[in-house]
């Protein structure tokens, strides 16, 4: 789903950038300051409104979420540093530790304009900023099972907004797709498009699309060829669309016009609204509180209506250009609510796929694709059990 007209690509090495920072990289980080312990105590609330669930990808362990802080005092700060610690431990280090331009990358203001470089790390009186934060394990590092935060500015230290570390059960997946030469476009990744998608809905700040995927197809480096006007021209139209596992349609929505592909000048062929923003879509309820979204299908293609029962690898409709899509690409999400943008983004896996990059590929079991990798999805996504 697009929202934004920032849509520059960026590499899977941009996720192992200073967006985030490895536990290893964090044990070389310099020793915690100390809680101050005078009076007042420091007035800055720290909370995580959406407690995240570690994933498995590439070698790695990740942990996804955002640390809300609120100055309730009446002088300003600047942060210096933000720790994210191991609750269950006494040890000195942190796990993870952010700092100067760091920081600058994954702090945004809440209700003002949104500064740049240091400017980010100011905190006014009153003031509120979201703090996107990625931590990620080497394959074989012990994962917290509670996470406590400590933030340090030039003038106070606060600690708090201690974590769970699996918050939802990490379900097993079938693909979305079949074949080969899928980008995962602003896929997993903490400088996504994707992962700010901070939206208010029922009074509540949610991000609906925290772990979601722009699916497009690849074909010599490009994902159309010949009229880029035109949707047949792109590599991904038409493409089958795949139940990810049994479960009941709760929603299918069809009869949104498709959109002239175009991302410089994008208009779309009807008004966007909450009713439009996702196009022909379907929502599937795959059990346990989790609901799969498939958004901007092909009209006239969907093969399932609501109250349908579904079985994994089963034929859903088609990939379109409708609703807020530039070019024909399947957008695809597991959230906590079946209502669109209604719930919290949750990470999953996917049984099996191979991922390509250069002249090497590599098959991966039970991983969730990054921002993006080059995936191979052969046949289908019929359960193999």
Request: no cysteine; aromatic share 8%; hydrophobic share 40%.
């Amino acid at each position: 789903m697009s929202h934004s007209r920032d849509r520059a690509a960026v590499g899977v090495a941009a996720f192992f950038s200073s967006a985030f920072l490895s536990v290893a990289a964090a044990e070389a980080q310099p020793p915690i300051a100390p809680v101050q312990s005078g009076w007042p105590p420091p007035q800055l609330q720290l909370r995580v409104p959406f407690e995240p669930t570690a994933f498995p990808s590439a070698g790695r362990t990740y942990l996804t979420y955002e640390l809300h802080l609120t100055n309730f005092g009446s002088a300003p700060h600047v942060l210096r540093r933000i720790e994210v610690l191991d609750a269950d431990t006494e040890v000195a280090g942190p796990v993870a530790a952010f700092e100067a331009g760091q920081l600058d990358d994954l702090l945004q203001s809440v209700g003002a304009t949104v500064g740049v470089g240091p400017e980010r790390r100011h905190l006014a009186a009153g003031g509120s900023l979201v703090a996107f934060l990625s931590v990620a394990f080497d394959r074989g590092t012990h994962v917290p099972s509670t996470l406590r935060h400590r933030v340090i500015a030039e003038d106070l230290v606060a600690e708090g907004a201690a974590i769970g570390t699996h918050h939802t059960e990490l379900r097993v997946f079938g693909p979305p797709l079949k074949g080969a030469n899928w980008r995962a476009n602003s896929g997993p990744s903490n400088d996504s498009y994707h992962r700010r998608g901070l939206f208010v809905i029922d009074g509540r700040a949610v991000i609906d699309r925290r772990y979601a995927i722009d699916w497009v197809k690849i074909d010599k480096g490009a994902t159309s060829s010949g009229e880029t006007r035109d949707n047949h021209a792109y590599h991904a139209y038409g493409e089958e669309v795949l139940a990810v596992a049994d479960g009941r349609v709760v929603s299918a929505k069809d009869g949104v016009p498709e959109n002239v592909p175009r991302h410089e000048g994008f208009r779309a062929a009807v008004p966007i609204s909450l009713d439009t923003i996702a196009g022909n879509s379907i929502t599937l309820d795959v059990g346990r509180g989790e609901f799969a979204f498939y958004m901007h299908l092909q009209p006239s293609s969907l093969r399932v209506k609501a109250g349908d029962r579904v079985r994994r690898g089963q034929v859903l409709a088609r990939v379109g250009n409708s609703g807020d899509s530039r070019e024909p690409h399947l957008h695809f999400e597991v959230t906590t609510s079946s209502r669109l943008l209604a719930g919290e983004g949750v990470p999953y896996v996917i049984d099996q796929y191979r991922v390509h990059s250069g002249n090497e590929s590599a098959q991966r079991r039970r991983e969730l694709p990054l921002k993006d990798m080059l995936i191979d999805f052969g046949s289908g996504g019929v359960d193999p059990n």
